[in-house]
């Protein structure tokens, strides 16, 4: 396999680690808020390095330019925090419970 | 008679639509450039007066800084929030936080709740007071996964991500 190939390969399996690991923080968490971490986060940087895996599979390998790809980080970037926000405002506002060792849940009550 | 301005009120966001149109077709095509340019002319054109004003960026430079730092922020956030996901429940200590913003602007609010909510194991949960009345002060409400210090995070919060877009806008 060329360097292109190995690259290509090393992207696809660290950004699906991050997403594995993305959707493990949400089953495996106590609460609501803490689970919403998973997919904020790791979600976002697995997502990013597949993105780069395929733009460099289809740049190099293939050799056909393709940038296509930006547009999905791009609006990756810009909704997921607001997803995150929505849903966090939500919980709020249907006061669910957070887990016991959360501290500074009275601040969540105002 | 309509001016310039009229007929092509924001160049920049032109540029962006423009942009994002070949992108999206993933060509250059004579056929996709010409659609490319009507939409990116006639779109603004058409929203111009539902547009709520925003304040322009004073410092690119600042700005392009403050985009890599946070790019370098996500991956060392993540590692962080994995390494987290991956130990016991027991040993996390999650907590709300609140930061008080120096921030008056809207739009540099909503950069600061973002950023905060794809960087250091925090999510942005609720602005208070959301609709500040003068010089009342306002509140970002965080939820931290794993809280040390909530003085120490507040500084960071702060110093790392308010102070630069402070700078910006």
Redesign the interface.
């Known amino acids: 396999m060329s360097m292109i190939e190995w690259l290509v390969a090393l992207l696809a399996v660290a950004g699906s680690l991050f997403v594995l690991m993305g959707s493990v923080a949400l089953v495996k968490l106590p609460d609501f808020y803490t689970r919403l971490h998973g997919p904020t986060k790791a979600t976002t940087l697995g997502l990013g390095a597949l993105v780069l895996s395929s733009m460099a599979y289809f740049n190099f390998v293939k050799g056909e330019l393709s940038l296509q790809q930006l547009l999905i980080a791009l609006f990756l970037f810009i909704t997921a925090p607001i997803t995150a926000h929505m849903l966090i405002k939500a919980a709020l506002h249907l006061k669910l419970d957070s887990a016991e060792q959360t501290s500074g849940q009275q601040k969540a009550d105002l | 008679m309509l001016s310039l301005k009229n007929w092509w009120p924001t160049p920049v966001r032109s540029l962006f639509l423009f942009l ?1 149109w070949l ?2 077709n ?1 060509s250059v095509a004579l056929i996709h450039l010409f659609f490319g340019l009507l939409l990116a002319w006639l779109i603004p054109l058409l929203i111009h007066k539902f547009r709520l004003i925003q304040p322009g960026i004073k410092k690119p430079g600042v700005a392009l800084g403050y985009g890599l730092m946070v790019l370098g922020d ?2 060392v ?2 590692l962080q ?2 390494r987290l ?2 130990g016991p ?2 040993k ?7 930061v008080p913003l120096d921030l008056t602007d809207n739009l540099a609010i909503t950069i600061l ?3 905060v ?3 250091p ?1 925090t ?4 602005v ?1 007071p959301l609709n500040a009345e003068g010089a009342e002060q306002r509140f970002l ?1 965080l ?1 931290v ?1 794993d ?1 040390a210090d ?1 003085a120490q995070l507040i500084e960071q919060v702060k110093l790392r991500y308010e102070a630069p877009l402070k700078e910006i806008f």
């Open positions: 994002v992108l999206l993933n996500i991956i956030a993540n929030v994995i996901v991956l429940n027991k996390l200590r999650p907590a709300f936080v609140m709740a973002s950023t909510s794809l960087t194991g999510v942005s949960a609720d208070l409400l939820h996964l809280l909530e």
